[in-house]
């Protein structure tokens, strides 16, 4: 029992050193090209930045949105840019997956004797995304200021909402074994997550938070984290935890399941 | 050496692999159309292929492009799964134990890199060193070791992407090694290298075999790697394999012979190109094939007696051509023995003159 | 009329062969009916207190992120394509075929517009019926100036992308120029009509180009009066004019420039 559970560990330990020394030579590899690296965040900041404006505006004219202020608002988008900033930073192939498999370019990683849901996810870094993942620090801290409870708090709901937000990217993709190219389906999901992320939930009618707590999970991406933060409760953050494991654990299998049936690269359309 | 499957390196069992795809027609009518109910067409890549190969040896693969090369290498390595058959690599199920198999062999494929790009290839070493679960200070003397085995000392600090293609090459030879596979893979080792940089890939790959007796699977368009390698070569056609010999003997039969092209100045004795076996010729150009032991020097000095020579060169006989030609040896063949049937063909003609040299 | 049909067939190419990507297309059109569906809920919220804002009702404010959506997300590549022949030096082996490179372009990039048109169009007017019904005080005789501004809106995007595009003979690097081009025109009059941003910044909007691509057909849609129609239209005129022109002369000296230094 012991040496199965230590194999386990070790098991986990060595995913997650992995994990870490991608992000090393990815980060090292960027550096190669530094001024378009950085040239690419800033780019992305600023891009954020022009919501905040977008805002402003609106609320410069009413004083509450569906029970949510313009403080609220900001912490929404403060959660869900890192949230999609982190996941973009550290599995940055989550977008390519789709593509990936059609080509045929798996093989690299069923070679490697590693996870392959988690190598080939975590083999590239999205260097734009670093833009988004640091402008959600910079609105934190000026709306909560420096509170270590809460940014630590933060910095839990974004490694979490990330591995979410990856989970259900990677079933659209992993559709690729049974349809073949599914990047479409891939693009729906994510333009979904990311929009209902962005407003108050409270704007949105029943129909859409049914979708936005099931299927398109993106109620537990921000919206939970976001009231455990104004209201911490311990329950509260058990049961998200849970479901996020749930959804990835599920996105896992769904991935294993679909790669018996990978073709390698010779799932060539035909033209006739 | 005998069926013990402990000392095979390989063992597959009538494998094959059918592909469906998706059939796409121009036009706009039939776009629409095929994404409403598209229509399927089955392809059947590999059609049965039975294959033993022993620990240690040194194993051609070989056919033509579509043949089945990569597909039934993506099989034995876990990439792909078999429609139906069995196999075995090192005692492991390719299918069930891929990660325990990939601790165990090695592979070059192709063009895709195992290098990082930007990154000198000591970063992919290490990052290839955690993958593989060496620990700190094994890597290390093991990079030592084959840093000096590939004489690439040098080029360890400087990004992949300013290594020229013979370099690289090396570095990702190098690589799929590390962590000591018992059998590597290479598809396509040589393919665009220079004649210099391909006998240095040569010769490494045949020190990796006697050094550390691993057990080399590889596939190649040039006969060149396939003669100056390999003890035993499998030719592979349409999905089945068509000829499992010794190279002696293969050597015998079909890679001893030579084309020679050659251009006349002009003729001063044409009758001594009488009986020699022209291919194609019109006026001074024409083109020869001639048998290496002990031909090509009486058709060169037939030559020389011909007329004046004013461009000459030998190569050899494309692979397409050779298997061709044991097509139709088998065709023939087939006619007196009608009992071949469609399923398994071994190149019978061949192990009968095999001298014990190859693998069985 | 040869020379003609020669860039209609380009367009022709061009839309079949936008045609074979229908799911990337289809994901385009979702993407347009989820954006406009999220505006009608924050607007529904917002003026929930106070019914209207700057003239604007929901049912006005969705018609206007439809007709200005519209506009951009039917928006053709050339920006890239361009880079991509001047860059690469793909545009040297162009130089000598039968056929104006602008023009090329111009074909290829509008039958690019053409398909993505005509699958939002569609979708814009459909889920502008479903989620606020018939547009408040539309009239008739409104529809040739909305049509020809939308139009103009499309020729002044592209124009500005082409003219953008053409600083590839110069520069390493101009992606910068056309991301801040595109924040432009997104912040002025696509994210919020001119109308709600604040005095100065509004002052200057309207003597710069970038509303003049979204915001211009959607306003003279949603508030259509002679005013709104002579104060628009002319200027998005001049704008789409000024830009092909410019482009026609930064090509012209690109290639010269091209011819000097040898591609």
Same mark, same amino acid.
């Given at each position: 029992?012991?040496?199965?559970?230590?194999?386990?560990?070790?098991? !986990?330990?060595?995913?997650?050193? &992995?994990?870490?020394?991608?992000?090393?030579?990815?980060?090292?590899?960027?550096?190669?090209?530094?001024?378009?690296?950085?040239?690419?965040?800033?780019?992305?900041?600023?891009?954020?930045?022009?919501?905040?404006?977008?805002?402003?505006?609106?609320?410069?004219?009413?004083?509450?949105?569906?029970?949510?202020?313009?403080?609220?608002?900001?912490?929404?988008?403060? &959660?869900?840019?890192?949230?999609?900033?982190? &996941?973009?930073?550290?599995?940055?192939?989550?977008?390519?997956?789709?593509?990936?498999?059609?080509?045929? @370019?798996?093989?690299?990683?069923?070679?490697?004797?590693?996870?392959?849901? !988690?190598?080939?996810?975590?083999?590239?870094?999205?260097?734009?995304?670093?833009?988004?993942?640091?402008?959600?620090?910079?609105?934190?801290?000026?709306?909560?200021?420096?509170?270590?409870?809460?940014?630590?708090?933060?910095?839990?709901?974004?490694?979490?909402?990330?591995?979410?937000?990856?989970?259900?990217?990677?079933?659209?993709?992993?559709?690729?074994?049974?349809?073949?190219?599914?990047?479409?389906?891939?693009?729906?999901?994510?333009?979904?997550?990311?929009?209902?992320?962005?407003?108050?939930?409270?704007?949105?009618?029943? @129909?859409?938070?049914?979708?936005?707590?099931?299927?398109?999970?993106?109620?537990?991406?921000?919206?939970?984290?976001?009231?455990?933060?104004?209201?911490?409760?311990?329950?509260?953050?058990?049961?998200?935890?849970?479901?996020?494991?749930?959804?990835?654990? &599920?996105?896992?299998?769904?991935?294993?399941?679909?790669?018996?049936?990978?073709?390698?690269?010779?799932?060539?359309?035909?033209?006739? | 050496?005998?069926?013990?499957?402990?000392?095979?390196?390989?063992?597959?069992?009538?494998?094959?692999?059918?592909?469906?795809?998706?059939?796409?027609?121009?036009?706009?009518?039939?776009?629409?159309?095929?994404?409403?109910?598209?229509?399927?067409?089955?392809?059947?890549?590999?059609?049965?292929?039975?294959?033993?190969?022993?620990?240690?040896?040194?194993?051609?693969?070989?056919?033509?492009?579509?043949? $089945?090369?990569?597909?039934?290498?993506?099989?034995?390595?876990?990439?792909?799964?078999?429609?139906?058959?069995?196999?075995?690599?090192?005692?492991?199920?390719?299918?069930?134990?891929?990660?325990?198999?990939?601790?165990?062999?090695?592979?070059?494929?192709?063009?895709? =890199?195992?290098?990082?790009?930007?990154?000198?290839?000591?970063?992919?070493?290490?990052?290839?060193?955690?993958?593989?679960?060496?620990?700190?200070?094994?890597?290390?003397?093991?990079?030592?070791?084959?840093?000096?085995?590939?004489?690439?000392?040098?080029?360890?600090?400087?990004? #992949?992407?300013?290594?020229?293609?013979?370099?690289?090459?090396?570095?990702?030879?190098?690589?799929?090694?590390?962590?000591?596979?018992?059998?590597?893979?290479?598809?396509?080792?040589?393919?665009?290298?220079?004649?210099? #940089?391909?006998?240095?890939?040569?010769?490494?790959?045949?020190?990796?075999?006697?050094?550390?007796?691993?057990?080399?699977?590889?596939?190649?368009?040039?006969?060149?790697?396939?003669?100056?390698?390999?003890?035993?070569? #499998?030719?592979?056609?349409?999905?089945?394999?068509?000829?499992?010999?010794?190279?002696?003997?293969?050597?015998? $039969?079909?890679?001893?012979?030579?084309?020679?092209?050659?251009?006349?100045?002009?003729?001063?004795?044409?009758?001594?190109?009488?009986?020699?076996?022209?291919?194609?010729?019109?006026?001074?150009?024409?083109?020869?094939?001639?048998?290496? =032991?002990?031909?090509?020097? /009486?058709?060169?000095?037939?030559?020389?007696?011909?007329?004046?020579?004013?461009?000459?060169?030998? =190569?050899?006989?494309?692979? /397409?051509?050779?298997?061709?030609?044991?097509?139709?040896?088998?065709?023939? /063949?087939?006619?007196?023995?009608?009992?071949?049937?469609?399923?398994? #063909?071994?190149?019978?003609?061949?192990?009968?003159?095999?001298?014990?040299?190859?693998? =069985? | 009329?040869?020379?003609?049909?020669?860039?209609?067939?380009?367009?022709?190419?061009?839309?079949?062969?936008?045609?074979?990507?229908?799911?990337?297309?289809?994901?385009?059109?979702?993407?347009?009916?989820?954006?406009?569906?999220?505006?009608?809920?924050?607007?529904?919220?917002?003026?929930?207190?106070?019914?209207?804002?700057?003239?604007?009702?929901?049912?006005?404010?969705?018609?206007?992120?439809?007709?200005?959506?519209?506009?951009?997300?039917?928006?053709?590549?050339?920006?890239?394509?361009?880079?991509?022949?001047?860059?690469?030096?793909?545009?040297?082996?162009?130089?000598?075929?039968?056929?104006?490179?602008?023009?090329?372009?111009?074909?290829?990039?509008?039958?690019?517009?053409?398909?993505?048109?005509?699958?939002?169009?569609?979708?814009?007017?459909?889920?502008?019926?479903?989620?606020?019904?018939?547009?408040?005080?539309?009239?008739?005789?409104? *529809?040739?100036?909305?049509?020809?501004?939308?139009?103009?809106?499309?020729?002044?995007?592209?124009?500005?992308?082409?003219?953008?595009?053409?600083?590839?003979?110069?520069?390493?690097?101009?992606?910068?120029?056309?991301?801040?081009?595109?924040?432009?025109?997104?912040?002025?009059?696509?994210?919020?009509?001119?109308?709600? %941003?604040?005095?100065?910044?509004?002052?200057?909007?309207?003597?710069?180009?970038?509303?003049?691509?979204?915001?211009?057909?959607?306003? %003279? *849609?949603?508030?259509?009066?002679?005013?709104?129609?002579?104060?628009?239209?002319?200027?998005?005129?001049?704008?789409?004019?000024?830009?092909?022109?410019?482009?026609?002369?930064?090509?012209?000296?690109?290639?010269?420039?091209?011819?000097?230094?040898?591609?």
């Amino acid at each position: 029992m012991s040496t199965e559970a230590e194999g386990r560990r070790n098991i !986990i330990c060595t995913h997650l050193k &992995l994990i870490a020394l991608y992000f090393k030579y990815n980060l090292q590899a960027a550096m190669e090209y530094r001024a378009s690296f950085i040239a690419q965040s800033i780019g992305m900041f600023l891009n954020d930045t022009f919501f905040i404006f977008f805002w402003w505006v609106i609320f410069s004219k009413v004083s509450s949105l569906g029970g949510y202020g313009f403080k609220d608002v900001m912490l929404i988008w403060a &959660l869900a840019a890192s949230t999609f900033g982190f &996941l973009h930073i550290v599995f940055g192939n989550v977008r390519q997956l789709s593509r990936i498999i059609m080509n045929g @370019e798996l093989d690299t990683y069923l070679l490697q004797p590693k996870n392959v849901f !988690i190598n080939v996810h975590c083999s590239r870094m999205d260097f734009s995304a670093w833009g988004d993942f640091i402008y959600g620090y910079v609105l934190f801290f000026i709306v909560c200021g420096l509170n270590p409870l809460k940014l630590l708090l933060f910095t839990l709901f974004v490694i979490a909402g990330g591995l979410l937000t990856g989970a259900v990217m990677a079933s659209a993709d992993t559709l690729t074994f049974y349809i073949g190219n599914s990047s479409a389906i891939t693009r729906i999901v994510t333009e979904f997550l990311l929009n209902f992320s962005l407003y108050p939930d409270s704007i949105f009618g029943r @129909e859409v938070k049914w979708i936005m707590y099931s299927l398109l999970p993106a109620g537990f991406i921000v919206f939970i984290p976001f009231k455990l933060l104004s209201a911490f409760s311990w329950y509260g953050l058990l049961g998200l935890m849970a479901v996020d494991t749930a959804y990835i654990c &599920l996105a896992w299998l769904f991935f294993k399941k679909g790669l018996k049936r990978y073709e390698s690269g010779n799932l060539i359309t035909t033209k006739l | 050496m005998d069926k013990a499957d402990s000392a095979s390196a390989i063992v597959a069992k009538d494998l094959r692999k059918v592909f469906k795809t998706k059939i796409k027609k121009e036009g706009f009518r039939e776009s629409v159309k095929s994404i409403i109910g598209p229509e399927y067409k089955e392809i059947e890549a590999v059609r049965g292929i039975t294959l033993e190969v022993p620990r240690g040896e040194l194993v051609a693969f070989l056919g033509p492009n579509g043949a $089945g090369k990569s597909t039934t290498i993506k099989m034995l390595t876990g990439i792909l799964h078999p429609t139906s058959g069995n196999m075995s690599v090192l005692g492991f199920d390719p299918q069930k134990q891929r990660k325990e198999l990939s601790f165990k062999i090695g592979s070059v494929f192709g063009q895709k =890199s195992q290098l990082w790009f930007h990154l000198p290839p000591i970063d992919s070493f290490r990052l290839l060193g955690a993958i593989y679960e060496i620990d700190g200070r094994t890597l290390d003397s093991r990079i030592k070791e084959i840093v000096e085995l590939f004489e690439i000392g040098e080029l360890m600090d400087t990004p #992949v992407r300013k290594l020229s293609l013979g370099q690289r090459m090396r570095c990702e030879f190098a690589a799929s090694i590390l962590h000591r596979p018992r059998i590597v893979f290479l598809d396509e080792p040589t393919i665009g290298l220079d004649v210099l #940089v391909k006998q240095k890939i040569r010769e490494l790959i045949v020190r990796l075999n006697r050094e550390e007796n691993t057990t080399i699977f590889l596939t190649s368009h040039d006969i060149g790697d396939v003669e100056q390698l390999c003890n035993r070569a #499998v030719i592979i056609n349409h999905g089945r394999i068509v000829l499992d010999s010794s190279i002696k003997a293969l050597k015998y $039969g079909y890679l001893n012979r030579k084309i020679i092209d050659v251009k006349f100045n002009e003729f001063s004795d044409r009758s001594s190109l009488e009986g020699l076996n022209i291919i194609k010729g019109n006026g001074l150009a024409m083109k020869l094939e001639a048998d290496e =032991s002990g031909g090509i020097q /009486e058709v060169m000095s037939r030559l020389m007696r011909a007329g004046s020579i004013l461009d000459v060169t030998i =190569s050899d006989i494309p692979m /397409e051509k050779i298997i061709g030609d044991i097509y139709r040896d088998k065709d023939t /063949e087939d006619n007196d023995i009608e009992a071949t049937s469609a399923g398994e #063909v071994r190149g019978c003609d061949c192990s009968e003159t095999e001298d014990g040299g190859g693998g =069985s | 009329m040869r020379t003609l049909r020669k860039y209609l067939l380009v367009a022709e190419t061009s839309i079949s062969s936008n045609m074979m990507y229908a799911a990337n297309f289809l994901a385009g059109t979702f993407f347009f009916a989820l954006i406009i569906f999220v505006f009608l809920q924050l607007w529904n919220a917002i003026s929930l207190n106070s019914g209207s804002m700057e003239g604007y009702t929901v049912n006005r404010m969705v018609w206007y992120y439809i007709a200005a959506e519209l506009v951009v997300l039917s928006k053709s590549d050339v920006f890239r394509s361009m880079n991509e022949e001047i860059r690469g030096g793909g545009i040297a082996y162009k130089l000598n075929k039968p056929y104006s490179f602008i023009a090329y372009q111009f074909s290829d990039g509008m039958g690019q517009t053409a398909v993505r048109l005509c699958a939002n169009l569609p979708v814009g007017i459909l889920v502008g019926f479903l989620y606020v019904g018939r547009l408040e005080g539309f009239v008739w005789e409104s *529809l040739p100036a909305v049509i020809l501004s939308v139009l103009f809106g499309i020729l002044l995007n592209f124009f500005m992308d082409a003219f953008i595009g053409m600083t590839a003979f110069w520069t390493e690097d101009n992606s910068a120029f056309y991301w801040i081009a595109q924040k432009l025109s997104f912040v002025l009059g696509l994210l919020l009509p001119l109308e709600f %941003l604040p005095g100065v910044i509004r002052q200057i909007a309207v003597y710069l180009p970038f509303s003049y691509i979204a915001y211009a057909p959607a306003r %003279l *849609l949603t508030s259509f009066s002679k005013e709104t129609l002579t104060s628009i239209l002319p200027v998005q005129v001049l704008y789409t004019a000024l830009f092909a022109a410019l482009t026609a002369w930064m090509y012209m000296k690109g290639v010269k420039k091209l011819n000097v230094n040898g591609g």
